[in-house]
């Protein structure tokens, strides 16, 4: 059974920082491309930042400079590092794993104040 367990989330004043993680049971990790999505009421889920098994990284326009994913595959999990927070960060952020399938975590909340 797959299961991806995000935490992390909360609160945070615009400027501010958290860190997101996401453990990944019941795949291959070491193979598996990993994600980072965020969905706000009312409009699709989209894309933040993903990194390939090789390491590979890709970040949507609006978080370059501020976001960074990373993965340790010693641990199963990857992260997502956000500084400079901004009000439009906020939303529920999701995990997201492809191997042989795609899934995705319960989401973890994260709200900007400005």
């Known amino acids: 059974q797959v299961q991806l367990v995000e935490s992390g989330g909360g609160l945070v004043q615009a400027g501010g920082s958290l860190r997101l993680s996401c453990v990944a049971s019941?795949?291959?990790?070491?193979?598996?491309?990993m994600g980072w999505y965020r969905q706000v009421p009312g409009k699709q889920r989209e894309l933040v930042a993903v990194?390939?098994?090789?390491?590979?990284?890709r970040y949507v326009d609006s978080v370059k400079g501020r976001f960074t994913i990373s993965r340790d595959n010693a641990k199963n999990t990857v992260y997502l590092q956000m500084n400079s927070l901004k009000p439009e960060d906020t939303g529920v952020y999701y995990c997201?794993?492809?191997?042989?399938?795609?899934?995705w975590g319960q989401g973890t909340q994260v709200t900007v104040s400005s």
């Open positions: 990194i390939t098994s090789g390491g590979v990284t």
């Open positions: 019941g795949i291959s990790f070491r193979v598996a491309h």
């Open positions: 997201h794993a492809e191997n042989w399938g795609a899934y």
